[in-house]
């Protein structure tokens, strides 16, 4: 059985455990569920950067008046 095979088995298998445990329809609804988009690493690592005080940063890594 490939790796592909195994993971669609799991799945199905998840689900069916969720249809007993929830039902049909709750499954459903939590399988529809809106899912969160990702940031690509790049541009989030960008935000982050943008987000922060140099002397903050700087200070919080190498202690107060690092910099200069």
């Known amino acids: 059985m490939s790796i ?3 993971d ?3 799945v199905e298998l998840e689900i069916a455990e969720l ?3 929830l039902g049909v329809e709750k499954t459903r609804k939590l399988l529809n ?3 969160r988009v990702s940031v690509d690493s790049v541009e989030q690592h960008r ?3 943008d987000s922060l005080d140099k002397e ?3 200070d ?3 202690g107060k008046g690092s910099q200069k």
Do not use: D, G, I, Y
């Open 56 to 58: 903050e940063f700087l």
């Open 19 to 21: 249809m007993v445990l």
């Open 4 to 6: 592909t095979q195994l």
């Open 33 to 35: 569920l809106p899912r």
């Open 47 to 49: 935000q982050w950067q």
């Open 60 to 62: 919080s890594v190498f």
């Open 8 to 10: 669609r088995k799991a």
